[in-house]
């Protein structure tokens, strides 16, 4: 095993290919600072900038935890990725819901989002170089377009393109991405791309597509995830792989005996993260950045999904943030 003061830095690897970003909170800017600063040189946070967190109730901002991640990315001289605007999960009751309790009309569901989007982007500009703006509003049923949410119940489908129009009047120089996950899967990529183009008929300021990422050692194949790139990048845009992981465990799979993974697991990892990224370095052009949803094993949202409390192994550094095999199949491949 290769110690971490004798490897390349990621970010030096990837330097003439694209940006190699993190998914941090309050907690890894401290416990994961010297793996940050080292391998790193994009920023996301993982919950700090969603509605819930900071815009809980109408007229009130916590922006507490956010400023601080940009502060970090700043001191350190990295980008900064903005997640999430607009999404069906971790927004507060309150933007939905009308004086009397009941549910609010689009107009003022629509301004409520105009106005959350006017403060968070402004707040970030010039700082966040590229936002998520829509977050998942593609359903994953084979037969249904979009997700039911409030947000499509009470606005109607549109509430997707103001949120881009929003976004971009609040930053005109902001990258704006629609993300998603599933987005290898081909029924759910082209309903993505249907999305896309619906925007992009209407002259709607979309960006971006980002990719979330949140793999396993199975699927989705390399062929799949080819595929969706090559699509993707069809539509004129630029891609980013936005949330990074590789699960060793299939979504299926519940079992809880593992406290460590097994060899064969490190190895099949090792091999699935040399091939994604072999096919990634392919792609240099349309793909801009490559962020993991999280740093290194010590922390990952896995450790409580599917499975709650079960651990879990995902990223290309360890829980003590030593180098694993999938780290030098990706850092060492021009060797």
């Not at 980008?79 to 607009?86: E, F, S």
């Amino acid at each position: 095993m290769a110690h971490a003061s004798t490897i390349p830095a990621l970010r030096s690897v990837y330097k003439d290919y694209f940006d190699i970003g993190a998914a941090v909170n309050l907690t890894t800017i401290e416990t994961q600072k010297n793996v940050l600063t080292t391998h790193y040189n994009s920023l996301t946070a993982e919950n700090d900038m969603k509605f819930e967190r900071v815009h809980p109730s109408e007229g009130v901002y916590t922006f507490e935890a956010a400023d601080k991640i940009a502060d970090f990315a700043a001191a350190n001289g990295m980008k900064l990725r903005g997640h999430t605007l607009v999404w069906h999960n971790q927004t507060p009751d309150w933007i939905f819901e009308s004086a009397s309790g009941g549910p609010v009309d689009r107009d003022t569901l629509l301004a409520r989002m105009k106005s959350h989007i006017d403060t968070v982007v402004s707040r970030y500009k010039g700082i966040i170089y590229g936002w998520d703006v829509v977050n998942e509003v593609i359903e994953d049923k084979s037969d249904v377009w979009l997700r039911e949410s409030k947000w499509l119940n009470l606005a109607g489908e549109d509430f997707i393109a103001k949120a881009f129009e929003y976004a971009h009047e609040a930053d005109p120089k902001a990258l704006l991405f629609y993300n998603d996950y599933n987005e290898c899967n081909p029924e759910k990529r082209d309903k993505i791309i249907r999305l896309v183009q619906s925007m992009q008929d209407k002259d709607v300021p979309i960006h971006g597509i980002g990719m979330q990422g949140h793999w396993n050692l199975n699927g989705p194949s390399l062929a799949e995830i080819r595929e969706a790139i090559e699509r993707y990048a069809a539509l004129g845009l630029k891609l980013q792989v936005t949330e990074l992981d590789i699960s060793v465990f299939d979504y299926e799979d519940r079992r809880t005996d593992l406290t460590e993974p097994t060899a064969e697991m490190l190895e099949r990892q090792a091999e699935r993260y040399e091939q994604v990224f072999g096919l990634f370095r392919e792609y240099k052009e349309v793909l801009t950045a490559v962020t993991f949803w999280g740093a290194a094993d010590d922390y990952t949202w896995l450790d409580n999904f599917p499975v709650r409390g079960r651990k879990n192994w995902p990223f290309v550094l360890d829980a003590k943030h030593e180098p694993k095999a999938s780290f030098l199949k990706i850092a060492n491949w021009q060797t």
